[in-house]
C-alpha cells in the first residue's frame, strides 16, 4: 500500500468516476483512519435501515400476539391467561385478636 507524503493534490478526474469517502480527506493519517477504522454513511444508513425494520417487525408480531390473546379469551376457544379467584363470601374480614389465627 502507498501512501503520499504530502498533501492531496488536485487532479482531472474521469467522467464516469466516483471517489470514496476517504479520498475526501487531505493528510494521510486521517485518510487510514477514515479507510480502515470507520464505516461510511451509506453503511450507517443501511445498518439504521435494518434496525428500524427489524424493530418494526417486532412491533407488528407483538401487536398480532395480542390480538390473538384477546380473540382466544372473548371467544374461549383456546388457552388463555386466566386465574380463578377466591369468592369474597368465604372471606374471613372479622378482627382477629390474634395474627396467626
Known sequence: MYFSSGPAELSEIPEDYEPEEYEYH???ITRFIV???TTDYQE??????AKIALETEKMEWRQKQKMVNYLMQERG???YYYIPMTPTEVIDYSPKSDPDQ
Open 26 to 28: 487531505e493528510h494521510p
Open 44 to 49: 450507517n444508513y443501511e445498518k439504521m435501515c
Open 35 to 37: 479507510r480502515h477504522m
Open 77 to 79: 376457544d383456546g388457552l
